[in-house]
């Protein structure tokens, strides 16, 4: 078989203020993004700072924007986005950048403290399991949300988020979500209130870009719109 | 302003917007029955004048732009210039004030 022509690969270096180096990668069949980036870190240039783990799609930590679009690189294969064999590889936007294509994860991690997203129950394990019937309705609005891995795709495909920086983010919301119907949960009066208003689910425009980009195939936007009606009920009831 | 005001505020838009949607569908079928039926200015006040349903639809209206608007703006002015704050809520509550004013002048000017 004839080789295939070689990618035009412009790579982020630098911080926040830097430019895209370009290198020549070879192409070849079923490659993905990272294996470009990986690539050019052990062959080409290895002071290319970059992030990855797993490389199945589980860990969620090679999140980079590949031709103008936030992706999981290890998912994304290289004949899906390199139109023209040409590839564009920059960090994830609206989070710091560490340096090249790695980002400062703290700001996006903070909004999920900041929205509660951690469990708050009240029994011990002293306490028999808790039993939640499959097919409540509660259980079933959180199944569909929870197998969020927090890659920040989402945060770094939202518009709001860089208009708003205060806005907590499709995935935090989304994680508020999945809690606020666990019925275990003892904390949701507070968490309800920390993920309402100008700065929580009522800011988003539903643009729907977090819902179109989750590699998960999550609807941050239909567990933010649930949670817009769950604050409005607060509010007329003075709950909030 | 409070967490709870933001989410009323929210409310209070999503509540107007329904209104708009009704209030700016018979405006517009209004319209469009005066002009193709060559209506003057003397024809249309001459239905309007006296009429309590017109200025009460029109009233109403007034009242959903008034509500709707600057709540919108208050977002766009925000997102836009990073602005926050009471200055903010000062300067669109004006805006609401003077929209609800001018309004209900004009209705008031096809009523009376």
């Known amino acids: 078989m004839a080789a295939l022509?070689?990618?035009?690969?412009?790579?982020?270096r630098g911080t926040e203020s830097g430019h895209f180096q370009t290198f020549e990668v070879p192409r070849l069949e079923n490659q993905t993004v990272l294996d470009v980036v990986t690539y050019i870190q052990r062959r080409l240039d290895p002071t290319l700072a970059y992030r990855f783990a797993c490389r199945v799609g589980m860990c969620g930590s090679c999140a980079m924007t590949v031709n103008g679009r936030a992706?999981?690189?290890?998912?994304?294969h290289v004949d899906k986005v390199a139109a023209a064999g040409r590839l564009e590889i920059a960090p994830l936007n609206h989070l710091p950048v560490v340096r090249d294509l790695v980002t400062d994860m703290t700001p996006f991690f903070d909004k999920w403290a900041k929205a509660h997203g951690n469990f708050k129950g009240a029994q011990t394990r002293k306490d028999d399991f808790a039993r939640v019937p499959p097919a409540a309705e509660e259980r079933r609005l959180a199944d569909v949300a929870i197998e969020c891995i927090g890659c920040g795709v989402c945060y770094s495909s939202c518009d709001v988020v860089a208009w708003n920086p205060d806005y907590l983010g499709p995935a935090a919301l989304n994680r508020a979500w999945t809690l606020i119907n666990d019925v275990?949960?003892?904390?949701?009066?507070?968490r309800l209130a920390a993920v309402a208003g100008d700065a929580g689910c009522h800011?988003?425009?539903?643009?729907?870009?977090?819902?179109?980009?989750?590699?998960?195939?999550?609807?941050?936007t239909a567990s933010i719109a649930g949670l817009k009606r769950a604050a409005m009920v607060a509010a007329l009831k003075g709950e909030l | 302003m409070n967490t709870r005001a933001q989410v009323l505020l929210w409310g209070a838009q999503r509540a107007s917007a329904v209104v708009l949607a009704v209030c700016v569908a018979v405006h517009l079928v209004t319209i469009i029955y005066a002009v193709r039926n060559g209506l003057g200015a003397a024809e249309i006040l001459g239905r309007t004048r006296g009429?309590?349903?017109?200025?009460?639809?029109?009233?109403?209206?007034?009242?959903?732009?008034?509500?709707?608007?600057?709540?919108?703006?208050?977002?766009?002015?925000?997102?836009?210039f990073n602005w926050r704050g009471t200055g903010l809520e000062i300067t669109v509550l004006v805006i609401a004030i003077a929209l609800a004013l001018l309004g209900f002048r004009a209705v008031y000017a096809v009523f009376a």
């Open chain 1, 5 to 12: 022509p070689a990618l035009t690969v412009s790579v982020w």
């Open chain 1, 184 to 190: 275990r949960d003892t904390g949701n009066r507070t």
């Open chain 1, 203 to 220: 800011a988003c425009h539903t643009h729907m870009s977090c819902t179109e980009r989750c590699p998960m195939h999550l609807s941050p």
């Open chain 2, 51 to 80: 009429s309590l349903a017109w200025a009460g639809f029109y009233a109403l209206f007034v009242a959903a732009v008034a509500v709707h608007a600057p709540i919108g703006l208050r977002d766009v002015l925000s997102e836009t």
């Open chain 1, 71 to 76: 992706r999981w690189t290890c998912r994304t």
